[in-house]
């Protein structure tokens, strides 16, 4: 098989999933070029506060240098680079460096060497700055970056799937808000085995998480995922995002269904067009990604509770990623509400969730048994999306391609098929 | 808060060797059955903050007794579990064990610290966690309760998958 995607046959060699090579490819080709999510504007609400995190491979402090504005730097030195900060979070007025003492503004321009005396007369002080990225924009509060200075904007980036973004981010006047520090784990598997999974992997959820579907009869988890309502659908846009959307099923009993809070809706009503508000009634799950390691779910947990997860994919090897994974409710929730979209959030999609424990222990099992050369002959399979690729649903009146049923592999592979044409993207 | 003498020492001691011998041999519900109908049971990651702003965790399991048994008897059932099947071979270290009478509410204010070896069948690389715990146990007829356990993990990234093991 020549290249990694066989798109004739449905098929992707496993090295992809494996190899340090196509890793630092991936760096290059993708993760260098692409906008990147990185936090969101909740986490960092004073000016001075920011976090640590990595933009592509590249270790990057995320700061709001004033009411409005963030930025994004390069967390080393300009000197010999040594850190600025070294944990995961704070406040500051300037950095400092620990090394030597060059001391920046915290907006990253260089306000002394220390040794400025020393410097030449024509030393251009200006050009010495913590190196920026040179594009930062949010989507509704979450903060993306990208290296590339050539990139398209963020929302054309986005495009189509910004209207399903949106439902999610910016359904009450106040938006979104984190509600806390994001648990952080790191898996032996590669980063798109958590891309895939979230754009539209229905077909793993009645034998993966066959546990908590099974104990958790409240949450009506487990008819939901035996017949998916016919109304339930993948989306795909362009530039390889996806999500899928999976509503209420016909004669699945409603008792246990809950819809989202009845004090929140009036907000929705007043914040979203008809056509997404209606998208959300009867929504039982919704999964999506935005390429490349970016995911999240909208997602019942507990007995009445809507929460909305922000998972980060965030590529350490080819065989290893760290996961990062934060909540959120709608600014308008009160307390004892957040409190329970925290708690019942994080039993099922934490660093020590019930569905996530199962996810992480047969991702990394997939890519250990994957990782040898017999192994690497056999490619994996996406065969059900073939049936279905070219056919997308004509009555679909919503942004996006829409594919019915939502249980093959379609979204899967249409992220596979962005990701090929990246990655060949400097063949000659 | 007056420690307690050498012999309520022992004794609760004895009670969190062996109620830690009850999780290493995956004898979950009697551990459950441990615990106080109210009990709040959380386990924390620790957060990088500089120096001055002092100890700072994100709580990765809040939850109650329902929670609780939920997630009990996913790793209990062959049926309902992939992380605890084939299950996790571990050891549960408890050290550093104090305790003292909690004047107002009659309870023990107990605090330890517990290293948890987890060995995956077939892996060579364990996954080792360290954590200060801090409990509040009952004096029932039945001996001690659980009422609350926090158990502050001294790592700010889980270094190898997600939890599905108690402390
Ligand atoms: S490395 Fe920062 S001042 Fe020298
Ligand atoms: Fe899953």
Redesign the interface.
């Known amino acids: 098989m020549a290249g990694w995607v066989d798109h004739e046959n449905g098929l992707v060699n496993r090295e992809a999933f494996i190899s340090d090579e196509v890793y630092r490819l991936e760096m290059d080709r993708i993760f260098n070029r692409s906008w990147i999510y990185l936090g969101h504007e909740t986490e960092i609400p004073e000016t001075g506060d920011y976090v640590v995190r990595e933009l592509g491979n590249a270790p990057v402090i995320i700061v709001r240098d004033s009411a409005e504005t963030i930025k994004v730097l390069l967390n080393s030195c300009r000197h010999r680079g040594a850190k600025l900060c070294r944990g995961d979070a704070g406040n500051t007025r300037n950095f400092v460096c620990p090394f030597h003492g060059w001391a920046y503004e915290i907006d990253g321009t260089l306000r002394s060497t220390g040794f400025d005396h020393h410097f030449r007369d024509d030393t251009d002080f200006g050009a010495m700055g913590l190196v920026p990225a040179p594009n930062v924009e949010s989507f509704h509060g979450l903060i993306f970056a990208c290296w590339d200075e050539e990139a398209i904007g963020l929302r054309d980036y986005l495009g189509d799937i910004g209207w399903y973004l949106e439902t999610f981010f910016n359904r009450t006047p106040g938006g979104m808000e984190v509600l806390a520090p994001p648990h952080r784990w790191r898996t032996k598997a590669n980063w798109k085995i958590g891309s895939l999974n979230f754009i539209g992997d229905s077909q793993h959820s009645p034998t993966t998480h066959i546990g908590p579907s099974t104990l958790d009869n409240a949450r009506t988890i487990r008819d939901g995922f035996r017949k998916h309502g016919q109304d339930s659908f993948h989306v795909v846009t362009d530039e390889g995002h996806g999500c899928t959307l999976t509503y209420l099923a016909p004669g699945m009993p409603e008792k246990n269904y809950h819809t989202h809070p009845d004090g929140l809706k009036p907000f929705y009503e007043e914040s979203l067009s008809t056509d997404q508000v209606s998208m959300l009634h009867h929504l039982r799950v919704c999964v999506g990604t935005i390429f490349p390691n970016l995911s999240f779910i909208e997602s019942q947990v507990g007995a009445g509770e809507k929460a909305v997860i922000v998972r980060l994919w965030h590529p350490v090897s080819g065989t290893e990623m760290e996961v990062l994974s934060w909540v959120f409710a709608e600014k308008e929730a009160d307390q004892e509400y957040k409190d329970r979209v925290l708690r019942n959030g994080f039993h099922n999609f934490g660093a020590a969730g019930v569905f996530e424990q199962d996810d992480m222990e047969l991702w990394a099992s997939a890519t250990v048994a994957s990782d040898n050369s017999i192994a690497q002959q056999y490619p994996y399979s996406f065969q059900t999306a073939l049936p279905y690729l070219d056919t997308p649903a004509e009555d679909h009146n919503w942004p996006g391609r829409a594919h019915r049923p939502a249980d093959t592999e379609v979204a899967q592979f249409w992220f596979m098929q962005r990701w090929d044409a990246l990655m060949r993207s400097n063949e000659p | 808060m007056k420690p307690v003498s050498n012999d309520e020492y022992l004794t609760i001691q004895r009670f969190l060797y062996a109620e830690a011998a009850l999780l290493d041999q995956r004898a979950y519900q009697e551990w459950f059955a441990l615990l106080t109908d109210d009990i709040r049971y959380q386990?924390t990651?620790a957060?990088?903050?500089?120096l001055e702003?002092g100890e700072m965790n994100?709580?990765?399991?809040?939850?109650d007794s329902y929670?609780l048994k939920?997630?009990l008897?996913?790793i209990s059932?062959p049926?309902?579990?992939?992380?605890e099947n084939p299950p996790t071979i571990a050891r549960r270290l408890i050290l550093n064990v104090d305790a003292h009478h909690d004047d107002q509410s009659g309870n023990l204010n107990v605090t330890s610290n517990i290293l948890l070896y987890g060995n995956r069948p077939g892996e060579v690389e364990t996954a080792l966690h360290a954590g200060a715990r801090e409990d509040v146990l009952l004096q029932t007829e039945d001996g001690f309760k659980i009422k609350t356990r926090t158990v502050k993990l001294a790592q700010?990234?889980?270094?190898?998958?997600?939890?599905?093991l108690l402390f």
């Open positions: 386990i990651l957060i990088g903050r500089p702003d994100t709580a990765i399991v809040d939850e929670a939920m997630r008897d996913q059932d049926h309902l579990t992939h992380a700010t990234v889980l270094p190898n998958s997600t939890l599905s």
